[in-house]
């Protein structure tokens, strides 16, 4: 079998994710056969380089050894049983080091498949939670601008980044929206931690305004990663959780793109020292293998609906597939990963290698920002530097730099005009030389007019 076999029998039937699929008519979809570490494979035998870790989902390579194992045990004992009314070790395993390794505070564990639905899960529960402690009058949410929270209706609504959210406006809840404490924004001469003690005064407000009305905030902590991973200091994080105290709203943190090692720290809440009231784990969660997703909270939430089940207070939400037993078990596999090596260190030095790749970038006429928080790394294109005038998106310069780094054997996919480079964390400092350098060519051909 070849490319062009699977690619016709591809257009035949499928409708990709995230997709115009009238682009496929100039750029076929790669159909990959295999994959291993950070390289991936097509039926061609072309190798590519996955420098954003399969859409921030991989942390120790494709087909790693330990995970899989772990998975092919778990074949044999266990594949599937609903986790209402039934446990399995897994699940339950799972729960405990999550809780172990997250924020202080954070002792519940509710499990989700994908990342989107967490988000669902921990805005019904903060809800549901002020309703079920008698303050039904709380019925909304604040979240930041250009955030992202996933597609469901709820998730939707609560992120605001205008090319997801824009057209389905009529169909989502009203969210309140404040300013972001995005460090590409700060006024010249100002610090990121300026910048955003400047932003949070539009949160303070917003939440003087509306704090009895609200049930929570919601954020991304330290990086807005769809909204084109603009980052922001963790003193916003600071802030935000003694002013959610104040006002009696909940924190919600999405860790679901920035958790797991991929801000420098286990978790990015950590670089403030805070705990959320919910945190919402996914997508690195199983190593980049299965889809499952869990929101962490605290006791007092977990009080407020444990009463007698005529009340009617039971958080009666859920999915088919809730702790699914083959999900847990790669995740509890990842964390060993975490346990047996010194990931966060090792990150540490891959990140500097990032940093000291891209250390020349800066000086190109059409990069306005080389920005970096740990393993995540990212390059604003731009029209006009000195203006910080953003290239029109109908150019879609991104794209020509995902095309060329496509032929160079590297999986770069840019959003926008923001390249970035997100890679799992076995990646080496030569491919990582390697990243660098097909970028920057991508970048020459996208902005040589
Ligand atoms: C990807 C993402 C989601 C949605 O997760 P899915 O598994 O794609 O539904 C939510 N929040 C953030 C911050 C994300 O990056």
């Known amino acids: 079998m070849t490319n062009l076999d699977l690619i016709e029998r591809d257009l035949e039937v499928l409708w990709h994710p995230c997709t115009q699929m009238k682009d496929h008519e100039q750029l076929p979809p790669i159909p990959i056969r295999s994959g291993r570490g950070v390289w991936l494979e097509d ?70 498949d994908n990342g989107s639905s967490a988000v669902e899960v921990a805005l019904k529960m903060s809800y549901h939670y002020w309703r079920n402690v008698g303050k039904p009058r709380k019925t909304r949410f604040i979240g930041l601008e250009n955030g992202y929270h996933g597609e469901t209706l709820g998730a939707l609504a609560a ?30 001469g100002e610090s990121w931690a300026d910048c955003a003690h400047r932003r949070f005064a539009k949160m303070e407000e917003a939440l003087a305004r509306h704090g009895d009305e609200v049930c929570g905030v919601i954020i991304e902590p330290l990086v807005q990663c769809a909204g084109g991973m603009r980052m922001y200091d963790p003193v916003y994080l600071n802030l935000l959780r003694d002013a959610c105290e104040r006002h009696g709203v909940h924190l919600i ?39 499952l997703s869990a929101v962490l909270t605290t006791e007092a939430v977990y009080a407020a609906f444990y009463d007698d089940y005529a009340n009617l207070n039971a958080f009666l939400h859920s999915h088919s597939y809730t702790g699914n037993p083959l999900g847990c078990r790669a995740a509890l596999a990842t964390l060993d990963l975490f346990e047996r090596d010194d990931v966060l260190g090792r990150n540490l030095r891959l990140a500097e290698a990032m940093r000291n790749a891209t250390a020349h970038f800066a000086e190109h006429s059409h990069i306005a920002e080389v920005r970096q928080t740990g393993m995540i790394l990212a390059v604003e294109l731009v029209k006009d530097k000195a203006a910080r005038e953003p290239y029109p998106w109908q150019e879609r310069r991104g794209l020509i730099v995902y095309r060329h780094a496509l032929k160079r054997g590297v999986l770069l996919r840019p959003l926008g005009n923001v390249l970035y480079f997100m890679p799992p964390y076995v990646i080496t400092p030569d491919e990582i030389e390697l990243l660098a350098e097909v970028a920057l060519e991508g970048i020459q051909l996208a902005t040589a007019e």
């Open 43 to 112: 039926f061609d035998g072309k190798r590519y380089l996955d420098a954003i870790s399969s859409w921030w989902v991989n942390l120790f390579g494709h087909n790693n050894p330990h995970i899989n194992a772990a998975l092919r045990d778990q074949l044999e004992r266990l594949e599937h049983v609903m986790l209402a009314g039934f446990t399995h070790e897994p699940a339950l395993q799972l729960a405990e080091r999550l809780v172990q390794i997250s924020p202080a505070g954070l002792t519940r564990c509710f499990y989700a």
């Open 159 to 188: 992120g605001s980044v205008p090319l997801y959210r824009q057209i389905y406006a009529p169909l989502l809840m009203d969210v309140i929206t404040v300013p972001s404490p995005d460090a590409f924004n700060r006024e010249a």
């Open 253 to 291: 943190a999405d860790e679901i793109a920035v958790g797991f090692g991929r801000t420098g720290t286990l978790f990015a809440c950590e670089q403030a020292g805070i705990s959320p009231d919910f945190l919402c784990l996914a997508k690195g969660l199983t190593g980049g293998y299965l889809p």
